[in-house]
């Protein structure tokens, strides 16, 4: 099986991922690259990834800027990893030489070429942040109202109701005890980007029953995974938790529970994954004369977060098109023989730390 995810998003707090985590095991040995935009580094990282995909699971990482892009490959049998450790996303060695190394794609462009195009590289990666930066302030805008939607949510939660009928529901789906060890992983499986709120699909394709959790006012759905997530983990499954991008990461929005061929996914109006013949109706714990009250403020909640919506895809994009822009004289002054021979050298390091 292979996965896809994102690698992390912008936040209200700046670039948010939980990869670290992921290199933080010692078994895995890591290929930090460096260098800019054009480089080389996603089309290096596709090349390894369909060389072992046919023999080993892969697990793929893409930018939410850029969801054609790859950030980082994991590659579980051989336990190795490769990643992109430039800004945002910034990765460094905690053991150089011995869980990880890095790979300077800048080494192989020339320098000659860049110069002559130096003032319009300067005005395109200028204007690329400003860009970006737009974009967060309105990532941030979108946040605060969804996080005052969840707080009403929250204030209207029937808590009894929803512990039941969690509780009810692990007895039902995981009727078994798993055989893992009851860890908890975090992985982002749905991000904003410059093609609206977009959702990993195929990597809920490996699971037998999607649930889709309908849910307007966020806190059912976040209270619910995270029940769940405890009772499958007590029934000794392990878990993939999916952090909520609109909320900087401190809410849960996904939950997969690959041995037990189960997801959870959040319907929401910001995510509109509604194409699930499976579905739970979040709607019915919330307190309804509690709800009621505070229709109008719901109601532009509602409305304010899509038009924010729209303005962050808009910011995405265009800070894309101006990122093409950069990288177009990176791509014409690199040394494109070199780079396949870096490529072919990790793959074959690869293979010969699998075989010792």
Known sequence: MSEKYFLGAMTQNGFSTEFGKIMADKEYFTFILKGGAGTGKSSLMKKIAAEFEPTEEVT?????SDPASLDA???HTSKAIICDGTAPH??????PGVCQ?????????DE?????????IIEVTDKNKSLLARSKRFTTALS???????NCGEGCLLEEKLKS??????KRLLNKKGSGSGKTDLRQLTALTEYGCMTQLATLDSYLDVFAMNDDYYAASHKFVTLMAQQAVKRGYDVILCPAIIFGNTLYEHLLILEAGIAFVINSPISKLDGFEKAINMGRFYDKKKISALKTRLRLDKVTASDLAEEVYSGIKKAKKVHDEIEKYYIAAMDHAALNKVCDSISREIHERTIK
């Open 60 to 64: 793929r990482f893409y930018c939410s």
């Open 73 to 75: 490959i994991v590659l």
């Open 90 to 95: 910034v990765m460094e060695c905690s053991y």
């Open 101 to 109: 190394k890095i790979i300077n794609l800048g080494e192989y462009w």
């Open 112 to 120: 000659e070429k860049l110069k002559t195009f130096k003032s319009e």
């Open 144 to 150: 605060n109202v969804c996080f005052d939607t969840y």
């Open 165 to 170: 009928f969690t509780e009810r529901s692990a």
